[in-house]
């Protein structure tokens, strides 16, 4: 929550920096792709809007814009709610911890917004040309896209400010083997909006106040196409997802796919308020998620039904720095939370459903999926650090969390079953400890223990409550998830070289996982003892000649005791990924040229497979990409190449999922190229 030198850190963080984002974002505009590729121990790109199974070390992550929550208690998302023109960097902590509150039992990722230029007027414009193919249809007309951004700031007496648009039209994705991919988010065949203003002002040389905005918009447009079902009459796994065209759709009383997210941020900072630095903040988010209809009637809704997600959430914080004499440093203060969740489920009609061939969706009703309920969380919380010498440093922390949870009296969708609602608080103590021992000034040790918590998936619990299911009398069901993680490691800051290695272990004696039915919808959450664990490495080198290389290493496993038996069984591939490998080697190969090739390899997974609890097993893959960049007039032209091989390949939770239903099993993007031109003024 303050600047500090990663090196002084007793945890394993990482920093995607803005050079970092832009050098990915040829290959891939998705932060949920680039991080998914920077990040050890987060888990692949699920190439869908939906996060679901992108956990950090197989548990769930804070997504946090500058400090403001973007995880929702259900529908787990946040990722794709901002265009990455508009970052200026991203921040992780791996592994659980309490720093912002809940959610982040897996770790947090905060997302910081573009910074104003320190000149009165910088300004950059991007114009760029995507066409994703595969097999046959590389460069098909119909897959081709475009995108334009520009970003101004600057600063100008005691004035600063940020403006940034970028507006993305994408079109339509092929496979490896050229066949069109169904999306059922506002993916593909979509155009995208992204605006952020900030403007600040230095009252003093002490106090600032900054205002942001940020509106992310994005809609499925002219789309001709819904998912095949036919594939499910083939045994589940044997056959990919498929697309039918059925043409151009119709919604009559009711909305396209659409993601839309708006946020409002007040900052004030004052650096000395008796001796102690003060930092404010309020903030309000709001979101909504349309999903894509599907056809249920044989299956979970037994209609067609057209999901629609909303969520806000708004609170404040208020942290102070103080030091401890000259060799120490408080950081203590407040935090508020309060959100509300609720999906809608729109009804249509299945007679002109048929009738147009599964074009036409004319909305005849709707009905509560989950009902509005409201989260409010405060937290107090202090963290101490004390250099102990010019070696060896300490740091110790307590937050402490209440939580108010409340739904009315509602009626469950499918199962029409009276549910009597109520109110229900509880509490969480948690801790952390650690150290950093500087063996050199370039290569230190750290050790940690530390806690962390997160509400369980109430929406999902509401959805379809157990039998005799009670707000006030389930409270096992409903009580967070606290999570013991020990982790230790080695990293090193020389000149040519940059590298780090960890292992974790971490324990809940009440963990998380959701029951599913045999058609992989989750209809329930099982509470039970869970243990996870891994390795995880970095390296960069820098050996000369232009020349730099390295990557990441990601394993990890973990097992939880569904039946509270003491006999532990593998956890599913959506909780563990398998075997995680990055790759990279860059060449400065002239003074305004560079290339680069980078590789993702992803492991094979069949432990939770052999002991039944996976549908099937992972298999791996192998995914290059080829980005270079090159110096062209004022400017510089970015090529990226997206799956440079034409891999035909499914992501991991993908390939789970499709263990349930062919209809959910779909392949990656095949090879897809992208030119993007950067002018800087």
Do not use: C
Request: glycine share 10%; no cysteine.
């Amino acid at each position: 929550r303050t600047a500090e030198v990663i090196q002084n850190i007793p945890r394993s963080v990482t920093v995607v920096t803005r050079a970092e984002v832009e050098q990915q974002t040829p290959v891939s505009r998705s932060l949920q792709d680039i991080v998914g590729r920077e990040v050890p121990g987060l888990g692949a790109s699920t190439q869908s809007r939906n996060q679901f199974g992108q956990n950090l070390r197989g548990r769930s992550v804070s997504i946090l814009i500058d400090g403001v929550p973007l995880t929702t208690n259900t529908q787990p998302r946040g990722l794709q709610t901002i265009a990455p023109n508009a970052v200026e960097r991203i921040e992780v902590v791996r592994g659980p911890n309490a720093i912002y509150g809940s959610q982040a039992t897996g770790g947090t990722i905060n997302i910081i917004t573009l910074m104003p230029s320190e000149n009165p007027l910088s300004q950059q414009s991007e114009v760029g040309l995507t066409a994703a193919g595969g097999g046959q249809r590389f460069l098909e007309s119909d897959s081709f896209g475009n995108y334009i951004a520009h970003s101004l700031s600057g600063t100008v007496g005691a004035y600063n400010y940020v403006f940034s648009f970028s507006r993305e039209s994408i079109g339509t994705f092929y496979d490896a083997e050229g066949d069109r991919i169904f999306n059922d988010r506002p993916l593909d065949q979509s155009n995208t909006y992204n605006i952020l203003a900030k403007a600040g002002v230095n009252l003093d040389s002490q106090q600032r106040l900054q205002l942001t905005f940020n509106r992310y918009s994005s809609t499925q447009v002219d789309n001709e196409y819904i998912n095949d079902l036919s594939v499910n009459t083939r045994p589940a796994g044997t056959e990919k997802a498929r697309a039918l065209r059925v043409g151009e759709l119709e919604f009559v009383d009711s909305t396209p796919p659409k993601d839309q997210t708006t946020l409002l941020n007040f900052t004030y900072t004052n650096d000395r308020v008796f001796g102690s630095s003060v930092q404010a903040q309020a903030y309000y988010r709001y979101s909504t998620l349309n999903f894509f209809p599907g056809d249920f009637r044989e299956a979970f809704f037994e209609n067609i039904t057209f999901g629609q997600v909303e969520n806000q959430n708004w609170g404040g914080r208020l942290q102070i720095e103080t030091p401890v004499f000259t060799v120490a440093k408080l950081v203590w203060g407040v935090d508020y939370n309060t959100e509300y969740n609720t999906v809608v489920q729109d009804i249509f009609d299945p007679a002109t459903f048929d009738e147009s061939g599964g074009r036409v969706y004319r909305k005849i009703d709707e009905r509560v999926e989950i009902p509005r309920y409201d989260l409010n969380q405060l937290g107090l919380f202090a963290q101490f650090q004390w250099d102990i010498s010019d070696n060896f440093l300490v740091t110790g922390g307590l937050r402490h969390q209440r939580v108010g949870f409340s739904v009315d009296d509602y009626t469950t969708f499918p199962g029409n079953a009276a549910i009597e609602g109520g109110e229900l608080n509880f509490n969480n103590t948690v801790f952390n400890a650690g150290a950093v021992y500087k063996i050199t000034d370039t290569f230190n040790v750290f050790g940690n223990f530390a806690q962390g918590f997160s509400i369980p998936d109430f929406g999902n619990l509401l959805r379809r409550p157990p039998a005799g299911f009670s707000i006030g009398g389930d409270f096992q069901q409903l009580e967070a998830v606290r999570v013991d993680n020990y982790e230790i490691g080695v990293r090193g800051n020389w000149e040519q070289v940059n590298a780090s290695i960890s292992g974790f272990y971490n324990t809940s004696e009440l963990g998380e996982s959701f029951v599913l039915d045999d058609r992989g919808f989750p209809i329930g959450i099982n509470r039970a003892p869970q243990r996870i664990y891994g390795v995880e490495g970095t390296l960069d080198w820098r050996p000369g000649g232009g020349w730099q290389l390295g990557g990441t290493a990601t394993w990890q496993e973990g097992e939880n005791d569904a039946n509270q038996d003491g006999d532990y069984l593998p956890l599913n591939s959506s909780i563990i990924s398998p075997l995680k490998l990055t790759t990279y080697i860059q060449h400065k190969t002239t003074p305004g040229w560079r290339n680069r090739l980078q590789l993702v390899y992803i492991g094979n997974r069949d432990r939770a497979f052999d002991k039944g609890v996976d549908p099937v097993g992972i298999d791996n893959y192998l995914v290059v990409d080829y980005i270079s960049s090159v110096k062209v007039g004022p400017g510089t032209l970015n090529i990226g190449i997206e799956n440079l091989l034409d891999t035909q390949y499914f992501p991991v939770q993908l390939q789970r999922a499709g263990g349930f239903d062919n209809s959910e099993r779909f392949a990656a993007r095949g090879r897809a190229l992208s030119l993007r031109y950067v002018l800087n003024w």
